[in-house]
């Protein structure tokens, strides 16, 4: 190939090149604009650069040359018979040496996969017909984050990350914090998705911190009432412990002061919520003063409001029975054994808000910590979709244990199998100690000035310049860097098969066939609904009632109307479960 431009300056990992003058190269070839991969032919290798600047302006003494353009190098192809490429430049460039448009077959050899841990997630935006690979075991091991604004194909391009990864380790544990219950029917049925109606979190897996923000509702804890608490749960843990103890070695055996056991109110043992009431009514009665006497009334009424509130069934559903049931939870949640279900979905949108943070902060931390004591022999990939609202950059905003519990799996998870993915659309909301220890980035359209320029501090100098690419990717365009790639490249994410496409409930507002039949029966049935997500009317099929010995007959069928019908089918990507008390009859 006839060379049409020569490097005329050498700076550092940047050079300069000079664009030729005259019928060296057919006008329709010559395309040497932004983000083109070209190369530079030295001695003894073949240098791969990315032009980053075109311009006519400032051009050396002499007719030679019609335009100069900056080039970051990249990398060098190696090798004559079997050649090879690898990263950062052993051999500079000359001045003089001849510069070309990079070729098909060398672009194939910098995308090759390099082995078998390798999966495809599109096609370079330079060459439709090379294939854009990224490297599992370097993208997990040391962390991944897909950025981008909203509407630019971030979801879709998560689903299509994590089908590919399953795909290339099915044994691989998944954990997916579903912000907006959008992924549900994405991984079909290597997934189990978990929502408040199907998840047992017992509250005593909570630790202090945690437990406080629930009760407290997001708010601050009263001192004087957190100082009861402090004292009375490892006290409760104890005489639970105690009794347990006893129901297995008889009771002729001395009993042991449950202060002296010595648990924390951190250790995660089961204690009973009537255990932790009588020791706080207790120590109330021994107090004459009455001023007193209040703070330990309202910290009991607050215990017994959240406790006999229906959102928090999901924590204290058999609070007052007991049970250590912690390694079934864990099983259950994360997968082990998988059965054939690598995958867990957790919806969050169904979440009472005052207790989304705590929620995460406990799933992240056990998720760690089960991590730390196994010494990572079972290998998880904990991935939290907005992340910038569990790690907020501003320590005034959010849930401190939370950005805790993700930091610590950001900094020190990988030691133990514990990988993390962050998905956010505002990368600059997020902490930065955080994002720096993701080194796999998949950018996609950001507008926003501060988002952009944080990443320019997350990239390496060799890359910073692409990042003027980012206010002007289309959708599904990405700029992936880092670890898990070749080189610092703009692709293209591969189509989704429709069953894989993500889809939020708030897109049923759209969809026609919903629009017809919203009569007095459709608005009373969603007011019953949303009544009962705040009250104790069990729907007849809740299995809890059978338990509770109420197993009341069955409703009358009522004739639905043909307006009611599309109402009633549950669109695609959706969670059927959703429509059942539409369905229920209105009584």
Known sequence: ?????????????????????????????????????????????????MITEVSCENLPPSDEYIATASVDLLGEILGGDRPKFQRGVTHYPTIGDATELITNQELRTVYAPSGSDQINVGTLQQDRSVIAYVDVEEMLSKHFAVLGSTGVGKSTGVSLLLNEILKSRPNLRIFLLDVHNEYG?????????????????????????????VLFGGRPGVAEELDILAEVIPIAKGIYTQYQNSDRVGLGLKRVDPKQIGYTVDTPVPYRLVDLLSLIDERMGKLENRSSRIIYHKLISRIDAVRNDPRYAFMFDNANVGG??????????????????????????????????????????????????????????????????????????????????????????????????????????????????????????????????????????????????????????????????????????????????????????????????????????????????????????????????FNPPPPPPRTMAPAEAPMLQPSLGLDPDRFSLLKKPLR
């Not at 300069?16 to 030295?42: D, H, K, N, W, Y």
């Not at 909570?206 to 923000?213: A, K, L, P, T, Y």
């Not at 991590?371 to 609202?389: I, K, Q």
């Open 185 to 213: 029917r994405c991984f079909g049925e290597r997934a189990q998705v978990l929502n408040p109606r199907n998840l047992k979190l017992p509250f005593w897996l909570f630790n202090f911190e945690e437990i406080v923000d």
């Open 1 to 49: 190939m006839t060379s049409f431009g020569r490097v005329i300056s050498v700076r550092g990992s940047q050079a300069r090149v000079g664009l030729l003058a005259g019928g060296q190269m057919p006008l329709s070839e010559m395309r040497a604009t932004v983000g083109r991969f070209v190369s530079i032919r030295c001695a003894s290798s073949v240098i791969v650069a």
């Open 324 to 549: 250590d049931t912690m390694a079934e939870v864990i099983s259950y949640l994360f997968r082990l054994p998988a059965n054939g279900r690598p995958m867990t979905i957790m919806q969050l949108a169904g979440f009472p808000v005052e207790v989304v943070d705590s929620v995460v902060s406990v799933l992240c931390r056990m998720a760690f910590d089960f991590g730390l004591w196994s010494d990572g022999v079972s290998p998880m990939l904990f991935v939290c979709e907005e992340a910038h609202r569990y790690a907020s950059a501003d320590r005034n905003i959010g849930f401190g244990p939370t950005r805790k519990a993700v930091s610590r799996i950001a900094k020190e998870g990988r030691k133990y199998g514990v990988y993390l993915g962050l998905i956010t659309q505002r990368p600059a909301e997020l902490d930065a100690t955080i994002i720096s220890q993701c080194n796999t980035l998949f950018t996609m359209r950001l507008a926003n000035d501060r988002d952009q320029a944080l990443l320019r501090s997350a990239v390496s100098d060799a890359a910073a310049n692409l990042l003027s690419f980012v206010p002007s990717l289309g959708t599904r365009e990405v700029l992936a860097f880092g670890e898990g790639v070749a080189l610092p490249t703009r692709l293209r994410f591969k189509e989704v098969p429709p069953h894989q496409l993500p889809r939020g409930e708030a897109t049923i507002a759209t969809v026609p066939s919903v629009t017809a039949g919203h009569d007095l029966h459709f608005v009373s049935a969603v007011l019953e609904r949303w009544r009962g997500a705040t009250s104790h009317r069990d729907s007849p099929n809740d299995p809890g009632l059978n338990d509770r010995g």
